[in-house]
């Protein structure tokens, strides 16, 4: 069986006051369940796979025919643990490589 | 492959910025996110007695790169208020909206050629939309992004803009996606509001045209009229006979 497709974003956030790596996961996935639901959300198979406190831009991973679901959610969200917050998309890539040149990866 | 190039390509704007004219701290950081984020032009609000001189915040988003055409959003109460500010404004400016909060203003706004955006507020919307009167606009439609940011029920606005989106694919009315942001908080990407757009009901390609080819068209064809008068809509002088 081959693999599904994946695509991965480049993500800039614009916070308030700084926030945490696993604040932002947490918002983002908790965004994506809200308005795509359980179903949704497994559809998308979205991950956080790295994140830059310097710059706060983060890469994520999902599914290629979710990108679109994965931007119109990014871009919804207005704020992380009560905090105004601006998400934006700058790149979107099939390869993670293209993305990665400032962003370390993520310890697993 | 070389349409795939040129949508790649593409050219991206927000037609609607209104910032704290005076905040030029705010300003620089709202142009440099925009410059970011590869948006070429953007609508700015200024109100007629800012028009002269020019706010020093429009030189600040051209030396990012950002060709600023000025916008003016109208919201009168009546058909006679909309059509006295048209005559007396539409010279002046790149880019005129009109917040459609009366349907006797919606109807003449949405025929109106010197309208060139509407932007429907509430329940007003489904009205003007319902039916035929789609076919008839003129004007495009404009999809703010902080009518979804900033409204309480994301759910029930996102449900309205669905059906909307519908009604505008059927009856082929243009649309275009803006943010609306008076602060970089507010800022969008424009090929994620255009994401916003696909998953509400408008087609992929619909919805990058409505960030990028639309609103590039509707500014460059009001610059001409304003750098040349027509005689009627379409014609204008080419070229003189050289004289003898």
Redesign the interface.
């Known amino acids: 069986m081959n693999r599904a497709s994946q695509r991965y974003v480049l993500v ?1 956030f ?1 916070p ?1 006051q700084p926030v945490s790596a696993e604040a932002i996961e947490r918002s983002v996935y908790q965004s994506i369940r809200q ?1 795509l639901g359980e179903f949704g959300s497994a559809e998308m198979g979205a991950r956080m796979i790295g994140f830059d406190d310097s710059s706060n831009k983060a890469i994520f991973r999902c599914n290629t025919a979710s990108v ?2 994965l ?2 959610v ?3 969200m ?1 704020q992380i643990e009560g905090n ?3 998400a ?3 790149r979107s890539s099939g390869t993670i490589k293209a993305l990665r040149a400032p962003i370390g990866r993520r310890g697993r | 492959m070389h349409a795939e190039w040129a949508r790649l390509m593409r050219t991206y704007a927000d037609l609607h910025l209104c910032p704290p004219l005076d905040d030029l701290d705010n300003a620089r950081s709202m142009a440099g ?1 925009l410059a ?2 590869q948006v070429r032009l953007v609508g700015l609000v200024v109100p007629p007695e800012r028009l002269t001189p020019l706010p020093a915040i429009v030189e600040l988003f051209r030396t990012e790169g950002i060709d600023v055409a000025k916008r003016l959003n109208l919201r009168p109460r009546s058909k006679e208020e909309l059509l006295r500010s048209l005559r007396r404004l539409r010279g002046k400016y790149e880019l005129i909206s009109v917040e459609c909060s009366v349907p006797s203003v919606s109807r003449v706004a949405v025929r109106d050629r010197r309208v060139d955006l509407v932007h429907f507020a509430g329940r007003e919307h489904s009205n003007m939309l319902r039916g035929k009167v789609a076919k008839t606009f003129r004007a495009a439609m404009e999809i703010r ?1 902080s009518d ?2 900033s409204a309480p029920g ?1 759910g029930a606005a996102l449900h309205r803009l669905k059906r909307e989106i519908e009604t505008t694919v059927q009856g082929s009315t243009r649309v275009i996606g803006s943010t609306a942001a008076s602060n ?6 424009p ?3 255009a ?2 757009l ?2 509400i009901g408008l087609p ?1 390609e619909s919805a990058l045209e409505a960030v990028s080819e639309v609103p590039l068209e509707i500014v460059k064809k009001n610059r001409l009229k304003l750098e040349q008068p027509q005689f009627m809509e379409g014609v204008r002088i080419v070229r003189r006979p050289a004289e003898k």
């Open positions: 800039k614009l308030s308005m679109e679901k931007r119109a990014l871009a919804l207005t105004p917050v601006a934006m998309v700058l | 996110l970011e984020l992004l979804l940011t994301l970089p908080h507010e800022l969008r990407s090929r994620d509001i994401a916003i696909t998953v992929l």
